[in-house]
């Protein structure tokens, strides 16, 4: 049985909690909060952590729990990433292709932002985070299925919505 320790299992994971309660809250104030109170339960439990299968699902179930709950008392969903460093400069480029670029990312970002909760999750989880199918169902509570529809249904979303931008300037 392997011994968890809060230093080197758990603490680890405070930017994977943070980009999570980012995506979901869209408020880097708030997803610092959820953070901070989601490795106070997970410390809180230190007595069940032999039960847990996962202590990285646990504690992702719990920082998405919390910042699920944030946006239903605060209703804050209009919020936008405008804070959070998100991009690369690619220097090689003009500064024309530069900003083409960073107006590229920005209409993605919103776009990601505009997307349902449950999907906006799992295109996080997978596509940011890179975590495996199961591990998303059981951080989300669905099943893997679930989980794979959302994330195609994400990418289509993203994928229409980015193309009638593109195409219309809308």
Known sequence: MKTISF???????KNELYRLALRITLNNA?????VQDTLIKV??????????DSIEAYSLTIARNLSLDRI????????SLDDANTERADHSSNPYEQMLQKDRMAIVKRLV?????????????RDF????YKEIADV??????????????????????????D???L
Do not use: H
């Open 129 to 132: 985070e890179g975590k495996p």
């Open 72 to 79: 239903r008392k605060q209703d804050n969903q209009n919020d």
């Open 30 to 34: 708030e997803a610092e909060d959820i």
């Open 43 to 52: 410390w809180n439990a230190r007595e069940r952590w032999n039960e847990i």
């Open 140 to 165: 989300l509570g669905i099943t893997e299925e679930q989980v794979k529809v959302n994330i195609f249904r994400a990418r289509q979303n993203i994928k229409q919505r980015y193309q009638e931008f």
């Open 7 to 13: 230093r080197n299992d758990i603490l680890p994971l």
């Open 113 to 125: 932002d505009e997307l349902p909760e449950k999907q906006r999750s799992c295109m996080q989880l």
């Open 167 to 169: 195409k219309y300037g």
